[in-house]
């Protein structure tokens, strides 16, 4: 069986092509860090800090309530509902302790969407942020959920801080009296011994819901195995060390923000700066006084980083790693992060199904607005959208993967996990739905998902590319593109387009027009330009390109119908 090997003349140095995943559980970790770094500070929430020893006291004594008091078996699942906070850590690793399966959500998600995780997992369990219990509140006895532990976010915060806190952190205790709900501190304080821990290498893990291009969300089957396999490759990588401090700022329950601001963390025994809420002046301060190292990103959040008035008084020099993925990061704005902080953005890629990275850049050799090189012991292709043939150096195709991080399947759905993989050259390798192309050097490129392609005349635009192209004129802050209608082309290229600040008012859309003219080619240029105060995001953060392209046809439709 042939492997793609292109990039292997520029694997970073000293770093081994191959790794031995450790054949234990994703809790093993946690017990292991404890063990060798008692007194550690593990998580710093606005400067209240937990050691290792406190947070695996307190997992424990979670996972000895969720067994016996509650009545969670090997394999159940159990939704986590919390913003990034140290309920999320210690419920996450305590329903691993209790040999179940975590199941991650968004705490954007309103009852109706909760009512679907729950019972297509079967959850009869919720650990929530008191915040979202008017969201689980109708379900609670009314479907399958039949439990609730609620956390107050402000009982982790123990000392005085000027950093800004959130008012979400800040709230006193405000749980409910009633059947079912037990507060968070009071189900720890119970002290419960949990059962020998059970689970291992090949049991579910952690079950975290996607909604792909179609249909209502699925749950991605990830086993212990799954997930030490990016936390392990995300350590070797980067040559990190238990001397590592992470800016915990992507979301947690997303696999990304899970593997790098969690999981990679406690397998290090380093320290998690945890940051419930978004906020440059926050994260410049805690990067300056915890002395952060590592700061994975989006896009946006670089954007606004970067374009705090404040920056420069802040000392970031601690800082030796800056990366992130999920959209390719302009090539304008990584160039502003290497003049302000001194560093390059590493760029990854992966997805839900992959447990975060599939590709990642080489750290001494990173190529901008690309996706990386395969990561270990993985082996991806880029094949004909008809054929499935492989194809050559800079032909666009659907790229496919095969590796330790692959995903099971997707929970109860056979149909979905069939279509999601096909078999390639003697392997099993799983569908991205992304489109792309790898250079002469074995280097990958996302052009984007195989749905969203705008049509214009037979020419096919890539929105991904062009929105990366705007982000260089001067006035812009942001830009979605999307496809919108046109009598003559049939379909066109429109921009959703944030102006900075200073610009608003005084920009106008043929100035936008005229300058993409110069830059892209005819076909690529945005016909239609519409200026916006803001883009809606999806609750990782990333433009929700999706409902701006509905939301446009279906505009275009009552046009049309008028």
């Known amino acids: 069986m042939a492997t793609f090997t292109r990039h292997y003349p520029h694997w970073p140095p000293g770093v081994p092509k191959s790794l031995t995943i450790p054949r234990t559980s994703v809790y093993f970790n946690l017990e292991v860090s404890a063990k060798r770094y008692p007194e550690k500070t593990f998580i710093n929430y606005y400067e209240s800090c937990l050691s290792f020893t406190d947070v695996k006291r307190q997992v424990d004594a979670l996972a000895g309530f969720l067994q016996q008091r509650v009545g969670v078996a090997r394999g159940d699942r159990v939704l986590l509902d919390f913003q990034n906070s140290p309920q999320f850590i210690i419920g996450f690793y305590a329903i ?49 959920l039949a439990q609730c532990v609620l956390g107050t976010y402000s009982d ?100 990304t923000g899970m593997q790098a601001n969690m999981n990679t963390p406690v397998q290090l025994g380093a320290t998690t700066v945890l940051m419930s809420r978004w906020d440059r002046e926050a994260a410049a301060m805690m990067i300056e006084r915890a002395k952060v190292t590592s700061f994975t990103g989006i896009t ?90 492989d194809c050559g150096p800079n032909e666009v195709g659907e790229i496919i993967t095969h590796g330790p991080q692959v995903f099971k399947g997707y929970w109860n759905q056979p149909k979905a996990t069939e279509e999601a993989f096909i078999e390639h050259d003697g392997k099993r390798f799983f569908r991205t739905g992304d489109l792309g192309y790898y250079d002469e050097e074995g280097y990958f490129f996302i052009t984007d998902r195989l749905k969203r392609m705008i049509n214009a005349s037979g020419f096919k635009v890539w929105p991904a590319e062009v929105e990366a192209m705007l982000y260089a004129h001067p006035d812009i802050q942001e830009a979605c593109i999307i ?37 892209m080619s005819a076909y690529k240029v945005p016909r239609v330009v519409e200026f916006v105060d803001e883009l809606p995001r999806t609750g990782t953060g990333k433009v929700f390109w999706r409902r701006l392209q509905e939301e446009e046809n279906a505009k275009a439709k009552r046009s049309v119908g008028s």
């Not at 709230?171 to 059962?195: F, N, S």
């Not at 909604?211 to 990588?237: D, E, I, N, Q, Y």
């Not at 404040?310 to 030796?320: A, G, P």
């Open 96 to 144: 691993l302790r209790a040999d179940a399966v975590a199941v991650p959500v968004n705490p954007m998600s309103r009852t109706e969407e909760l009512r679907h995780y729950l019972e297509d997992a079967g959850a009869k369990v919720a650990l929530a942020g008191q915040e979202v219990w008017s969201q689980v509140e109708p379900l609670l006895g009314a479907s399958v």
């Open 300 to 389: 946006a959040m670089m954007v606004d980083f970067l374009a705090n008035p404040n920056l420069s008084k802040y000392d970031l020099s601690s800082l030796n790693s800056v990366g992130g993925g999920g959209a390719a990061m302009p090539e304008a704005v990584a160039q502003r992060l290497q003049e302000k902080i001194g560093l390059p953005f590493i760029e990854g890629y992966g997805l839900t199904e992959t447990m975060a990275p599939s590709h990642v850049n080489p750290t001494d050799r990173p190529k901008k607005q690309c996706a990386g090189i395969p990561f270990f012991d993985t082996d991806s292709r880029v094949v004909n959208l008809e054929t499935f043939a």
């Open 483 to 519: 496809g919108t209608m046109d009598p003559y082309r049939g379909e066109t290229v429109k921009a959703l387009v944030v102006p900075k600040p200073a610009s608003r008012g005084r920009l106008k859309p043929e100035d936008i027009t005229e300058w993409a003219r110069e830059r």
């Open 156 to 255: 982790y915060i123990t000392v005085p801080t000027s950093v800004p806190v959130p008012e979400i952190v800040r709230e006193a205790r405000a749980v409910p009296a009633r059947e079912g709900v037990t507060a968070w501190m009071d189900a720890i304080g119970q002290k419960i011994e949990p059962a020998p821990a059970l689970a291992g290498f090949d049991d579910l893990a952690v079950m975290p819901y996607t909604s792909g291009t179609t249909g209502r969300p699925k749950g991605c089957m990830h086993t212990h195995g799954t997930v030490l396999s990016t936390s392990t490759m995300s350590c070797f990588w980067r040559s990190a060390s238990s001397e590592g401090v992470i800016l915990g700022v992507l979301p947690l329950f997303h696999v």
